[in-house]
């Protein structure tokens, strides 16, 4: 069975960080692309941060960039997500995605979010 589980979210000031986790199971992990996603309340789901298989390459959406790091250990089935200099405009749901394409097939799952909220 597959389970992407995240947690860490919580309210944090202003200024404040958070580091979300996102522990994976019942697939061959260091085979996925990682992602991180987050959806404020009226708003499509956005691309936060993604990671390749083994770690060696990280994309952020213009947003974060030089704020939040993204990172996989592979021996534990985890992602990372270290946010710092938080925002009130961070507020929304994260969500972790795990993604493989082989052999015309696409494997595409999702954890159930956790709430991260930037207010003083």
């Known amino acids: 069975q597959v389970q992407l589980v995240e947690s860490g979210g919580g309210l944090v000031q202003p200024g404040g960080s958070l580091r979300l986790s996102c522990a994976a199971s019942g697939f061959t992990f260091s085979s996925y692309v990682m992602s991180w996603y987050h959806q404020a309340p009226g708003k499509e789901r956005e691309l936060v941060a993604a990671?390749?298989?083994?770690?060696?390459?990280?994309n952020y959406a213009d947003s974060v960039k030089g704020r939040f790091t993204m990172s996989r250990d592979n021996a534990k089935n985890t992602v990372y997500l270290q946010m710092n200099s938080l925002k009130p405009e961070d507020t929304a749901v994260y969500y972790c995605n795990a993604k493989r394409s082989v052999a015309g097939m696409t494997y595409d799952y999702w954890g159930q979010g956790t709430q991260v909220t930037v207010s003083s």
């Open positions: 990671i390749t298989r083994i770690g060696g390459s990280t």
